[in-house]
């Protein structure tokens, strides 16, 4: 079975300019999580989608959102970017509670 | 809400030697308490997992015990080789708060041959 894939894996921007990164689940997961790590806050939770719908939020700001599409697709967009959105990106997907990761998207933002 | 607490940040072992890395939680609530390996490049990878029903789970070389009073669980890597190295972190499941994981720090494992 085809893991969690991401695309891209690597983005380069510049401040005030918006992104959007998409994540694949693996077949059968309904469920997609996103995480920002960084080496000074770690693994954070952004947001999960379930079945098309957001279920829980992190704590970031309005310009990091989500959406997730029929076949449980996900993408995650954030505008007005700032120097400390520089992160890698993962999502994850799950069927329960176990989690999978992609490999992530790392963004620069300079 | 949830906190977890990792310890150590770094470990160096030798080759056979083994490696425990502890991490306690704040909700006792939690239920579920996955382990991540993460290598250099790479997204983070489910090692093992254990439940709140559970004291004890174990996986070849790789072993998990949670004990629930104390609110802490620990990850165990016996005979560990060159190629467990790399940043374990530790995770738990809030409850009512599907698909969101709160993780530790991380510890980064360098074993020596």
């Known amino acids: 079975k085809a893991g969690v894939t991401q695309t891209p894996r690597y983005l380069i921007k510049t401040r005030g300019q918006q992104v959007t990164l998409s994540c694949s689940p693996i077949?059968?997961?309904?469920?997609v999580s996103w995480y920002q790590q960084t080496p000074g806050q770690g693994l954070q939770f952004l947001f999960e989608?379930?079945?098309?719908?957001?279920?829980n939020k992190g704590n970031f700001p309005g310009r990091f959102s989500g959406r997730q599409f029929s076949n449980s697709r996900s993408e995650m967009n954030v505008s007005t970017l700032e120097l400390g959105d520089s992160a890698l990106y993962l999502c994850?997907?799950?069927?329960?509670?176990?989690?999978?990761f992609g490999p992530g998207t790392r963004l620069l933002v300079l | 809400g949830e906190n977890v607490e990792q310890h150590p940040s770094t470990l160096s072992v030798q080759e056979g030697d083994s490696a425990v890395i502890k991490c306690t939680y704040s909700?006792?609530?939690?239920?579920?308490f996955p382990w991540y390996k993460q290598e250099l490049g790479k997204g983070p990878q489910l090692i093992i997992d254990?439940?709140?029903?559970?004291g004890e789970k174990k996986d070849q070389r790789i072993a998990v015990t949670l004990n629930k009073t104390a609110k802490h669980f620990s990850l165990h890597i016996t005979e560990t080789q060159p190629e467990d190295s790399a940043v374990y972190f530790c995770?738990?499941?809030?409850?009512?708060?599907?698909?969101?994981?709160?993780f530790g720090k991380g510890t980064k494992l360098s074993v020596k041959p």
């Open positions: 254990i439940r709140s029903n559970v």
């Open positions: 077949s059968g997961h309904r469920s």
């Open positions: 909700d006792s609530a939690s239920n579920y």
């Open positions: 994850a997907s799950s069927r329960q509670e176990t989690q999978y």
């Open positions: 989608y379930f079945s098309e719908t957001q279920r």
């Open positions: 995770a738990a499941t809030p409850p009512r708060s599907q698909g969101n994981l709160i």
